[in-house]
Structures are given as structure tokens and as C-alpha cells.
């Protein structure tokens, strides 16, 4: 079990500051004028010690209060091009940003839980004892803000006062960083007492790129202090291991969901979306999907976009399921974003009247970024994450060299995109949330899209993601598990987080019970019965699939019912595949929705072989495994291996008989 504000303080620890007098006297010699009179309105007096005992440890030339009025946002986006973390780009207000080559993405080899004696963290990730982290920060982490001005900003993750809402201090040497905070946060220094009373604690980030050469690399750590619900990071860049606001602090507010908010909250790797149904109603969908699986392209798909990377949900007094975006802008995935498949967010990129910052894509000679699969013309030379590039150009291994990275990123604001719906975004009491998704990559197995029939199937199939390794993490390779695609962000053990799970969702306070789906888009023709890798679907399906879960939502479609869950009918999909102007054979219809009855049995060998290896999973889990597997076990005694749509129609009808 978790316990906060046990063991040392590290940051205290190193800082030495421990009274207000001793702060506001450190202020007075470290601070300019202006500086003092911004902290000066600050009353939180804990948080006035971090900042404190931050500035101690670092020992920066200078310090910029971000308040995040017109200036002050002004000031540091003036100042990363004057420091050489950002470069302006010739369409107005478009920059572009490098991480160091090797430094493209989460450097999990180097992330860590800070921890106390005899605490449990997840197996897959790395743990450091508390003293041995306190020893690494202090060595490296003591004095490397000098010669730079360290940046604060008070933030807050989630719409001001919203229930779930966690408000953040950002502290930082990198503008890179704070620039992107004030793009993808929500400003709350003049509220920033209130917010840390409603909310009755705040997060706190310390961060500092030092001399930003390979070389200093291996030192590179990102630290994430569970107990003090502080995250250090140092020697980096990419803002996945340095912009903490965001995975660092979502990490926390998974822990806080898990330990000390059981079926109140919880704290998801969600895209937030609405989706237009009949009459003009508006459908809100949470969907899961594991870091560079599509899942900020299935949110452009909504008609309502509200966020792309995190949800914060909670039930709230009249029984609903609600959610906000902690952010309010996205860091997105730029490969394959195209006109056909990502309009909305082309527009944006394309077009002038957007701030953008780029990261890691190519920047050709007349200062135009490009990016693999983006459908335009590709440039045959220009500068990108690995410095000069032409077409053709090989590393030390004769691999040639992408023109940009497959982790390459745009930073920018969701109101710059068209079917962002501001209002309900910012909304304080969340929105409705009626469809959860669970998506992996999975390209021999489940079907477009199925329904759990109750919130225990629906929390296994969040328990049973699956997914093809991505570039969002340095040097991960093959297939992997991914619970919940939020399994690098469980600090703790996944057994607690799902029980959390269990226990949310079949609440009795949870009235209105959202409909829990599996999705996939990966299914190849191969796997059904033809050849090759090539897609079975589009991208332009996603309507399709999620247009269906809305008239499921409201009871106005019907399903086959199948041991994994429900799946659409053909005459029901058929329409709707016709609104987005695509013809739907029948053929490919019976292709993707047949039930490869032993892929499946394989798929949940070995999802329990695995969790068999764990301590303490909720029993349940195993139950509805059993439960799925004597169901598809009578289905193959019947019908053999591959089951048709025709035949699990007869098999479900039989069993109402
Ligand atoms: C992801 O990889 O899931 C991201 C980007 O959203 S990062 O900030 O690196 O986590
Ligand atoms: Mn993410």
C-alpha cells in the first residue's frame, strides 16, 4: 500500500529550506524584483518551499515567474529561440525543436519509482531506494540550472475546479518545455492556493536538460518520487521524459485513483471524443490505446474532440460516468498524419494561424517541416533529428535513415483544431462519458469491434490489450501485453490497479453503466483467409465502429451475442458504412467478424499464463477468462475452428431457445 509524504524529502533534503522566512530570504537575493512581487501572491506555503528549495538545489542565474498572462507566455516563447531549444520556422508562429538522436522518445531504461523499503511497484518498471535517488539528484542535480534562468509555472491538470482536477508546479530550466506546458496545460497561478485546497494537494516537477550533450546521455534519469508526488529529471529533452505534467504526473494521479480513491476515480490513458448520432445528439467516448496505436486519429473522428492523451473520470453524484482532459492541447504522432486520414489536424499544420511547435520531423530548405506518410511529396534533403539528411542516407549500419523519426511530434493547442468543442472541454463538471474503448494492435484475433456484456468482461478487455512494440519508447521491441495501454504509467501493482478497476466499475454509485468495447483495427487479410499484411479495414472505418457503439449506446442496434461479447449485425453496419460513402461487401463483413475461435483460446492462454505469474489478481479475471473459454470450446465442438457469422447467430439463438 501506498503512503504519501513518507521517508525524506529529497528535494527538501538537498534545498535545506524548511520555514517561509527562509524562503522569502532566498527570494530576495535570487529573485529580480518582478520575480518577488509574482511569488509574492502566492500563499501555499509548501509550494512556495518547493520552488525554494528548487532554486537552492539548482542554482539557476536567474528566475522567470510564468503567471501565464500575454507576457509572460510571450517571454518564454521568445526566449527558446534566443536559447537555441527552438527555431522559427517561416510560417508565423511555427517553430521546431531536436531532442538529441538518441533521445527520441521515453527512455524507460532510465526511468524510475523512487521507493521506500518494502513497497511494491509494478514489475515491469524500474525501481531506485530512496537513498540511493537522493544521492544521484544530489550529485547531479545540485548547481545545473547555472547559467540559465529557471522557469516556473503553476499549472493545473484538468479544468479549474473540476472534482478530478490535480493543480502542478512545473519548474525547469528547458523553455522548450515550458513552452509546451503553456500549450498543452491550463494556466491557474491566480488560483493556484484555492485549487491546491479543493484539491488538497498538488504535484511538482523539477527538471533540467544541463549541458544537453549525447555524451551526458547515460546519466539522463527521470525519477518519480511516489510518496512526495515529485518528479526530477534531468540531462533530457523530449518532453515524455521532461514535460512530467504529463506522464509523470498522470502516474501519480494513477496511484491516487488506485489507493486513495477506490470507486471514485480513476485515471486512464484515454483520448476523450463526442460522437454526432441521430437527431444531433452528442455521445462522449473514453477510449484506451497504447502509445502509437491510432489513438489520437480515432479521437479526430468525433465531431466533439475534447483531448487525445488522458482522462481524468470520476462518477459523479447523479450516477454518471464523467471525464476531463487534464490537457488542453495535444503532443501528437505526426507520421501518417495525412489530408485523407487527419483533416482537421492538417489543417492546422498546413495552414498559418496555429502556434505549433514541431519536434524531430524535417525541415527542408525553405523551412517547411515533412514527415513519412503525411501524402504530400516527400523533400530529398534537409535537416532532421539526425542532422543533415538527403534521400538515400544510411547510419554507421548502412540502415538508411527515415526523413523523420517515427516518434517526430506537434505540439499545438486544441482550440486551434476545428471539431474541438471548447465548451464542454473546459467544463468543470466533465462530460457524459456513455462508450469506454480498449484498443491494441492486433492483426490475427479479435474482431473490428465487440461489446462486453457486463463490466467484468469489459474490465478484461481492458486487461487483455495487446499491442506491436512502438516508437514511443527507446528500444522496444516485439509484441507486448497492454493492460489498459496504460501498463507504463501503473507505478504500482497491476493486480491493484485492477481491482480499482473491478470495483469502479460494477459501483452501485455508477448508475448509469457506460458500454465497455474492444476495438481493432489491425485485422490483415492473411489472417482471414487471404494473403499478406495489407488492412482488412481503413482508417475512415473508425466512423463505422464507433458510429455502431453510439446507436448501441442508446439501445437503437441490436447484436449477435458470442462467448467474448456482442457484435454488430451486417444490416446494421451496412448503412452506416454507406454514410461515410463506402460500399460494404458481405464478404468482408463475414471476414472480419468471424470468430478464429483458437487464435482467441491461444490469446487467453496466454494473457492468464501471464497474470498467473503475478501476485494477488482479483480472481475474476480468471473467472471470465473460464467463462470465455468453455463458451468458445462448445463453439469449436460445433463448428470447428473458425466460426462464421451465420453460425454464431445460430448458436446464440439456441441458447434463448
Ligand atoms: C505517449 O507516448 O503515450 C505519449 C507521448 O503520449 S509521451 O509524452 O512520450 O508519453
Ligand atoms: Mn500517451
New binding site residues.
Given amino acids: 500500500m501506498l503512503e504519501l509524504k513518507k521517508g525524506l524529502d529529497i528535494l527538501t533534503e538537498i534545498g535545506g529550506v524548511r520555514a517561509l522566512d527562509q524562503a522569502l530570504a532566498l527570494f530576495e537575493h535570487t529573485c529580480d524584483k518582478e520575480t518577488r512581487a509574482k511569488l509574492g501572491q502566492i500563499a501555499n506555503e509548501e509550494a512556495l518551499l518547493k520552488i525554494a528549495n528548487a532554486i537552492v538545489m539548482t542554482e539557476p542565474d536567474a528566475v522567470f515567474v510564468n503567471t501565464g498572462s500575454d507576457a509572460d507566455v510571450q517571454r518564454v516563447r521568445e526566449m527558446s529561440p534566443e536559447k537555441g531549444e527552438e527555431r522559427a520556422l517561416p510560417m508565423k508562429g511555427h517553430t521546431i525543436h531536436f531532442d538529441l538522436p538518441q533521445e527520441q522518445?521515453?527512455i524507460i531504461d532510465r526511468t524510475f519509482y523512487i521507493v521506500n523499503e518494502g513497497e511494491e511497484t509494478s514489475v515491469l518498471a524500474l525501481k531506485i531506494p530512496r537513498a540511493e535517488a537522493y544521492e544521484y539528484i544530489k550529485t547531479h542535480m545540485k548547481g545545473i540550472a547555472r547559467g540559465k534562468t529557471l522557469l516556473v509555472g503553476f499549472f493545473s491538470r484538468g479544468p479549474i475546479g473540476a472534482p478530478a482536477a490535480i493543480p502542478a508546479l512545473e519548474i525547469t530550466t528547458s523553455t522548450y518545455v515550458m513552452h509546451s506546458a503553456d500549450i498543452l496545460y491550463r494556466h491557474v497561478y491566480a488560483r493556484f492556493d484555492q485549487e491546491v485546497e479543493r484539491s488538497g494537494l498538488f504535484f511538482t516537477n523539477v527538471h533540467s536538460e544541463g549541458p544537453n550533450r549525447p555524451e551526458d546521455l547515460p546519466l539522463a534519469r527521470v525519477f518519480m518520487d511516489r510518496s512526495w508526488l515529485t518528479t526530477f529529471a534531468m540531462f533530457c529533452t523530449?518532453?515524455?521524459?521532461t514535460?512530467l505534467l504529463?506522464?509523470g504526473n498522470h502516474r501519480f494521479a494513477v496511484d491516487l485513483a488506485t489507493y486513495f480513491q477506490r470507486e471514485e476515480k480513476l485515471s486512464e490513458?484515454m483520448f476523450i471524443t463526442g460522437l454526432t448520432g441521430p437527431g444531433g445528439r452528442v455521445t462522449y467516448f473514453a477510449g484506451a490505446a497504447?502509445?502509437?496505436c491510432g489513438?489520437t486519429t480515432t479521437a479526430m473522428v468525433g465531431s466533439h474532440f475534447i483531448g487525445d492523451?488522458l482522462a481524468q473520470l470520476w462518477i459523479a453524484e447523479d450516477g454518471t460516468l464523467r471525464a476531463i482532459n487534464p490537457e488542453c492541447g495535444i503532443?501528437g504522432i505526426v507520421q501518417d498524419v495525412s489530408r485523407e486520414s487527419d483533416p482537421y489536424l492538417m489543417k492546422c499544420l498546413r495552414e498559418e494561424g496555429t502556434e505549433v511547435i514541431w519536434s524531430n520531423v524535417l525541415i527542408d530548405e525553405h523551412g517547411v517541416p515533412h514527415w513519412e506518410g503525411n501524402g504530400e511529396e516527400p523533400p530529398k534533403r534537409g535537416i532532421n533529428f539526425q542532422g543533415q539528411w538527403w534521400e538515400g542516407k544510411t547510419d554507421a549500419n548502412g540502415k538508411p535513415i527515415p526523413l523523420s523519426h517515427p516518434?517526430a511530434?506537434c505540439t499545438l493547442h486544441n482550440k486551434a483544431i476545428e471539431n474541438y468543442d471548447e465548451t464542454a472541454a473546459e467544463d468543470p463538471q466533465g462530460v457524459v462519458i456513455k462508450v469506454i474503448t480498449y484498443s491494441g494492435r492486433d492483426s490475427d484475433t479479435m474482431p473490428p469491434v465487440w461489446v462486453a456484456r457486463n463490466p467484468d468482461h469489459g474490465v478484461v478487455i481492458g486487461a487483455s490489450i495487446l499491442s506491436a512494440a512502438t516508437a514511443?519508447?527507446v528500444g522496444a521491441r516485439g509484441i507486448r501485453r497492454q493492460p489498459w495501454a496504460n501498463e507504463?504509467f501503473i507505478p504500482g501493482p497491476l493486480a491493484d490497479y485492477m481491482d480499482a478497476q473491478f470495483v469502479f466499475f460494477n459501483s452501485p454509485k455508477l448508475k448509469h453503466k457506460p458500454l465497455m468495447a474492444g476495438l481493432n483495427y489491425f485485422l490483415t487479410h492473411g489472417a482471414r483467409g487471404g494473403e499478406g499484411t495489407a488492412l482488412l479495414g481503413e482508417k475512415r472505418d473508425v466512423k463505422v465502429w464507433l458510429g455502431w457503439l453510439e446507436l448501441r449506446a442508446h439501445g437503437e442496434v441490436g447484436a449477435i451475442e458470442t462467448p467474448i461479447g456482442f457484435i454488430p449485425r451486417y444490416e446494421d453496419l451496412q448503412p452506416l458504412f454507406a454514410s461515410i460513402g463506402k460500399e460494404y461487401p458481405r464478404e468482408l463483413y463475414n471476414k472480419q467478424f468471424a470468430l478464429y475461435v483458437d487464435n482467441i483460446l491461444a490469446r487467453i492462454a496466454l494473457q492468464e499464463e501471464a497474470y498467473r505469474k503475478e501476485k494477488n489478481i482479483p480472481a475474476r479475471l480468471f473467472a471470465i477468462y473460464q467463462e470465455q473459454r468453455e463458451g468458445l470450446e462448445a463453439l469449436e465442438a460445433k463448428y470447428g475452428s473458425i466460426v462464421s457469422v451465420e453460425q454464431l447467430i445460430e448458436a446464440s439463438e439456441k441458447k434463448t431457445e
Fill in positions: 522518445a521515453r523530449y518532453a515524455g521524459n514535460l504529463k506522464k490513458h497504447p502509445s502509437g489513438k492523451d503532443f516518434n511530434r514511443t519508447e507504463p
